[in-house]
């Protein structure tokens, strides 16, 4: 299965700035997902991101907030912009792995723990 | 849209005894089933799929069959261990391949 380099792993952040959280897969790769997990809670989809094309948002979820770039099939980076504390949250990028049948899984990173003071 | 409900937790058990976290889901046509754990301070990992109805997954010693008659995926394991503490969540992947999640439960065992 593909392999996800994530970083920072963790961050406190002050209100108002911005955050870029990096996602490197060790293979090409057609879709990658970026998730939201609230303390406590489930994970949320907030986007789906493919090469050379822009970012699919789920509802409750805007480009302006989180941008998203897709430079090539083995990098991707969500910024989360203007934050404030109810941003606090673990941020997770995803791939899809494919083995000869056909889809076999999903790969996550390891995460992206972020504090806004 | 799709959905997955997912028996509520916490749920605490002591070693040995009989694991069974319910899931059931909503969607269209016949989507992908996971089960996913997340340890302590550690990231999300796949624990077993199905991609079909009566598909059994295994991982572990946990199982969970496909049954599309009660759109369920219950997770089950016959003997569990300390070391299966953790938060544990269901997922289907619809046809848009993205994932739908439960909303996780979280299993303590004491020894």
């Known amino acids: 299965s593909a392999v996800i380099s994530q970083k920072p792993s963790r961050d406190i952040c002050q209100r108002g700035t911005s955050l870029t959280i990096q996602c490197q897969v060790d293979s090409q790769v057609t879709m990658m997902f970026w998730y939201r997990q609230q303390p406590g809670q489930s994970l949320t989809l907030i986007a789906t991101a493919n090469q050379g094309s822009e970012a699919t948002y789920e509802s409750g979820f805007v480009i302006d907030k989180f941008p998203i770039s897709r430079p090539n099939l083995t990098f991707s980076t969500l910024t989360v912009s203007n934050m404030s504390p109810e941003d606090s949250s673990i941020y997770l990028c995803s791939v899809e792995d494919a083995n000869r049948q056909g889809a076999s899984g999903y790969t996550f990173g390891s995460g992206t723990r972020l504090t806004v003071v | ?111």
């Open chain 2, 1 to 111: 849209g799709n959905s997955v409900t997912q028996m509520e937790g916490p749920v605490t058990l002591s070693e040995e005894a009989f694991l069974t976290i319910n899931c059931t889901y909503t969607a269209t046509g016949y989507p992908s089933l996971f089960w996913y754990v997340q340890y302590p301070g550690e990231g999300l990992q796949l624990l077993l799929k199905a991609t079909k109805a009566d598909d059994k997954g295994s991982n572990k010693g946990f199982e969970a069959t496909y049954r599309k008659e009660t759109t369920s995926f219950h997770l089950e394991k016959g003997s569990v261990q300390v070391s299966d503490s953790a938060v544990y969540f269901c997922a289907l992947r619809g046809s848009a391949r993205q994932l739908t999640f439960g909303s996780g439960t979280q299993l303590t065992v004491l020894p």
